[in-house]
C-alpha cells in the first residue's frame, strides 16, 4: 500500500474559499476515487490557519497511477483550486502494518 500525503497552503486571504472548496469538492471527490482504501483530510489549526493536509491510502501505485497518470510524484491540481493556491507539497511511503476501514 502507498500512502500518499498532500498538503497545501492558501494565499493569504483565500482560507474561507479553499476551506468550501475542500469540504465540498476535494474530500467527497477523493473519498470515491476507486483504490483509495482510507483518506485523512487534515483542517487548518490556530497556528498554521493557511494549511491543508490529505493523507490518502492507496491499495497500490498501479491505482495510484490509474487516478493521476505516471507522473504521479507532481501534485494534481484542480483548476478550481489553482487560484487559491500559494504552495503544494506531495510525498509517498510505503504504509507499514495495516489500516482500518473508516
Known amino acids: 500500500m502507498i500512502m500518499r500525503i498532500f498538503q ?3 494565499r493569504p486571504g483565500k482560507e ?3 476551506a468550501r472548496f475542500f469540504h465540498d469538492t476535494a474530500i467527497p471527490l477523493m473519498r470515491g476515487t476507486e483504490g483509495i482504501i482510507q483518506v485523512l483530510p487534515g483542517a487548518p489549526r490556530p497556528d ?4 491543508f ?6 491499495e497500490s501505485l498501479e491505482a495510484l497511477k ?5 507522473d504521479y510524484q507532481s501534485p494534481h491540481i484542480d483548476p478550481a483550486e489553482a487560484e487559491l493556491v500559494e504552495s503544494r ?3 509517498h511511503y510505503d504504509l507499514v502494518g495495516g489500516v482500518s476501514d473508516e
Not at 48 to 51: G, Q
Open 16 to 18: 474561507a474559499d479553499f
Open 89 to 91: 507539497t506531495i510525498t
Open 8 to 10: 497545501v497552503v492558501t
Open 66 to 70: 490509474a487516478f493521476v497518470g505516471e
Open 53 to 58: 493536509s490529505f493523507v490518502m491510502i492507496w
Open 48 to 51: 498554521t490557519p493557511r494549511e
